[in-house]
């Protein structure tokens, strides 16, 4: 009798001979094909089998989310302002061309910043934040007008620390973004976007941090014109008196030596008329600065270009209601689909399988320990 193949192989008694992947019964003589692990029809079996289960559970869940989404859930709106760093050239500016390339130098200082890393920088900063969340606004929900500290019901041992505790809740409330440029020149679009809880809120916020910039850069040009007007009548006053002494130094030289004798004398003299052009040419330099720093600290200079204003938002940011219950819809159907699958499998388990008798005893005991941790031993 000629030995198998590595193609055949004898069943358990000799009962069945598997040959070519095919199941062969030696007392039938039949053929069977060998089952497929993966069986798509008996899935779709067990799932028509509990759609009731499937059913009615996604349907409790579409109802808790859609209950949730319009009576528990806070509703918020999105307002946006937006604004460019002003490219207008001021007075003095267009002047400092005229007056030389020190003048220049000095009005550089006034150019703030259009990095929108600055403004957010700035917007998240104490002595930005600390007169917005000051400034009253109205609140419907309440039917009067309160500051914003009192709005976001901020707490704390001191004012100190309201004021730390509110900075960082405002914080998440605004975000700084900036747009493409359309050139290299041309400054980034910064909008400044406001998320609350009532449309005219919103909208009011927005528009406070755009108002408080501005107030804040006029502010601080203004003080910078003012240091620098100070400092350049400070110079002015040394630059005159280092003119005044090189000028009787001359005077006093001539008064000497009325006649040029000596190629010394000659040389002392041109020394000194060098220091008083060069004394000149300094007071009449940092004259035309302060004139240019007695502008600046007068000029009320746009400091930024409001593109937008933010208005109330017609509909809601979030939730969205529609798009929640269609999710949970969409969600609960896989989910419960996939529960009734394990629940059949686990019906229909060998529970005299020595692995499966471990399983079920492992979940038995984990079961126990969790109703003893909630209610306590007995």
């Known amino acids: 009798m000629n030995e198998p193949n590595s193609e055949q192989a004898s069943a358990v008694g000799g009962q069945r001979v598997q040959q070519n992947g095919v199941i062969q019964s030696e007392f039938q003589g039949e053929y069977m ?37 319009f009576f528990i859930a806070k509703s918020t709106y999105t307002a946006t302002a937006k604004f460019i760093p002003s490219q207008r050239a001021s007075i003095s500016d267009r002047m400092s061309t005229v007056v030389g390339p020190g003048a220049i130098a000095a009005s550089e200082s006034f150019t703030e910043s259009t990095s929108p890393e600055y403004y957010s920088a700035l917007f998240n ?11 009253k606004f109205a609140v419907v929900e309440l ?30 409330m605004v975000r700084i973004e900036a747009g493409k440029s359309k050139s290299l020149s041309a400054p980034p679009i910064i909008s400044v976007t406001v998320v609350g809880s009532e449309p005219q809120l919103s909208a009011d916020i927005a528009n406070a941090f755009i108002k408080e910039l501005e107030r804040y850069n006029k502010d601080t040009r203004s003080n910078k014109a003012k240091e620098n007007r100070i400092f350049v009548m400070k110079q002015l006053t040394d630059s005159q008196a280092m003119l005044s002494k090189a000028e009787n130094a001359i005077g006093v030289f001539n008064s000497r030596n009325r006649k040029i004798s000596t190629p010394d004398l000659q040389s002392e003299k041109d020394r000194l008329l060098r220091t008083v052009k060069v004394q000149e040419e300094v007071f009449i330099t940092l004259t035309k600065q302060l004139e240019l720093a007695k502008i600046q600290e007068q000029e009320d200079q746009v400091s930024i270009e409001i593109l937008e204003n933010a ?65 306590g031993r007995k």
């Open 311 to 375: 208005d109330p938002p017609i509909s809601r940011t979030s939730p969205k209601r529609s798009q929640n219950v269609i999710i949970a819809g969409v969600f609960g159907i896989f989910l419960f689909g996939a529960l009734a699958l394990v629940l059949e499998r686990f019906k229909n388990i060998n529970r005299k399988d020595k692995n499966t008798a471990e399983f079920m005893d492992n979940l038995a005991g984990i079961t126990r320990e969790m109703t003893f941790g909630v209610f």
């Open 33 to 69: 094909p060998e089952e497929n692990p993966i069986q798509i029809l008996a899935i779709v079996n067990i799932l028509l089998r509990r759609r009731w289960m499937i059913a009615g559970w996604t349907f409790a869940l579409v109802v808790a989310v859609g209950l949730y989404s």
């Open 125 to 135: 900063s104490r002595t930005f934040l600390e007169p917005i969340l000051e400034q």
């Open 143 to 172: 039917g009067q007008s309160v500051s914003l500290l009192e709005y976001l019901k901020i707490e704390g041992d001191s004012s100190q620390d309201r004021l730390l505790q509110g900075i960082e809740v405002v914080g998440k």
